[in-house]
C-alpha cells in the first residue's frame, strides 16, 4: 500500500500509481509522508479526489494539536506517577503482610522501613513480583 498524506487527508495511492503522468516513481517517494506543499505547488488548483475511486480516501491526517502540547503531556505524566505511587504502595501492603506472616524478617520486633531495593534482594521473591518491581523501580527513575 502506498499512502500519501494530501491538505490534511489521508489517500491509498496505490492504484493510482500506475496511471500518474509523472510515473509511480514520484508518488512512492511520498509515500507515508504529507505531500501537500510539493503537490499543491505543481498541481494547482487540482482536487486529488477527481482522480481517485472514493475508497481510496482513508480518513483525516488526524493531528490534533491539543493532544500534542505541554499541558497534555504535563498531565498525562501526573497520572502516570499516581499510578506508579498506587502500585508501590499496594506492593508495601503486600510486603507488610508477608512480614506480619514471617516476624523472623524483622529485627527485635520493629518493622524496618519499606524498601523495593531490600525487598529486591529477596532470594525467594517471586519472578512475577520481581519483574514488576523492577519496572516499577525503573518507572519510578524515569518519572
Not at 503531556?73 to 506480619?100: F, M, P, Y
Not at 512475577?128 to 525503573?138: G, I, K, N, P, V
Request: net charge neutral; charged share 30%; with cysteine.
Amino acid at each position: 500500500d502506498c499512502w500519501v498524506a494530501l491538505n490534511g487527508k489521508v489517500y491509498d495511492l496505490t492504484e493510482f500509481m500506475d496511471r500518474h503522468p509523472g510515473g509511480p516513481t514520484t508518488i512512492l517517494s511520498w509515500a507515508g509522508k504529507d505531500a501537500s506543499k510539493m503537490f499543491n505547488d505543481i498541481h494547482k488548483g487540482v482536487k486529488i479526489e477527481q482522480y481517485l475511486r472514493p475508497e481510496a480516501f482513508l480518513g483525516d491526517l488526524g493531528v490534533d494539536e491539543n493532544l500534542m502540547s505541554d499541558s497534555f503531556w504535563h498531565t498525562l505524566r501526573k497520572a502516570r506517577i499516581q499510578e506508579v505511587k498506587e502500585e508501590l504502595n499496594r506492593l508495601k501492603q503486600a510486603a507488610t503482610r508477608d512480614s506480619d506472616a514471617h516476624p523472623s524478617s524483622c529485627k527485635a520486633g520493629r518493622r524496618q522501613p519499606f524498601s523495593i531495593a531490600k525487598l529486591l534482594q529477596e532470594e525467594n521473591l517471586d519472578a512475577d513480583l520481581r519483574a514488576s518491581l523492577q519496572s516499577l523501580e525503573t518507572q519510578k527513575r524515569v518519572a
